[in-house]
């Protein structure tokens, strides 16, 4: 839970396992309102909890590195059903798939969404890129206006970004506490319901079979590429 910057140094040249350098000019994937909430901050889009065939279309092509590095949504503050100035602040990193995975597991729930400029990279490798930061969680409550919006002053950050967040540092220049919430998106409800405590399964990092797949069939895709960019170029 410490929130310090650890390893810093090594991680001065933007690399890690999850992919090149994050970029800056990204272009955006729409997330289409179903309804809007007007605030004192101005008026926020209420997102759908529901995949659509372009979200799982999404995903298949990004498991396969297609565009991998192109697929992100805007920074900025959704809400999913009808919250209010009491309802709880999720942070997410703008990566598409984790904010559509954090989104596909709100349904029935009234919460507000702060999604943070991390370049497109999901939450655990933003944090080692040093995107998911301190720095730019006081920078995105500002840019939204969140103490306008809500009158707690809480931010679920994720568990996974903890490396590159300092809770003190929140704290102390925007108002608002630091709260590190579970691993995984699909315990969200859990933890929420248990007023905010997470148990040791909600914060243990479980790498199984279905994940280890995933990860399998990136790595073969990544691999194969060059090998059919070659075969094409060899066939001219």
Do not use: H
């Amino acid at each position: 839970m410490g929130g310090n910057r650890a390893g810093g140094e090594n991680r001065k040249n933007d690399q890690c396992c999850c992919g090149p350098r994050a970029k800056d000019n990204i272009k955006y994937r729409s997330v289409p309102a179903i309804d809007r909430i007007t605030t004192e901050a101005g008026d926020i889009d209420v997102i759908s909890t529901r995949w659509t065939f372009s979200d799982y279309a999404g995903m298949v092509k990004v498991r396969l590195d297609i565009d991998r590095m192109n697929y992100a949504v805007a920074p900025g503050i959704y809400a999913v059903g009808k919250p209010d100035r009491l309802s709880p602040v999720l942070v997410s990193a703008n990566y598409k798939l984790s904010f559509d995975e954090l989104r596909r597991q709100l349904g029935g729930l009234n919460i507000w969404i702060l999604v943070i400029d991390t370049k497109g990279v999901n939450v655990w490798c933003a944090a080692g890129k040093e995107t998911f930061s301190t720095l730019e969680i006081c920078n995105r409550i500002g840019l939204t206006r969140l103490e306008k919006i809500v009158d707690t002053r809480k931010l679920i950050v994720p568990q996974l970004g903890a490396p590159g967040v300092s809770c003190r540092m929140v704290q102390a220049f925007s108002g608002f506490s630091v709260i590190y919430g579970p691993v995984r998106a699909s315990d969200i409800k859990k933890y929420l319901a248990s007023g905010m405590k997470a148990d040791a399964g909600m914060r243990r990092v479980r790498f199984g079979f279905v994940d280890r797949l995933t990860v399998s069939w990136l790595e073969l895709a990544m691999a194969l590429k060059p090998l059919l960019i070659v075969t094409l170029a060899s066939a001219v």
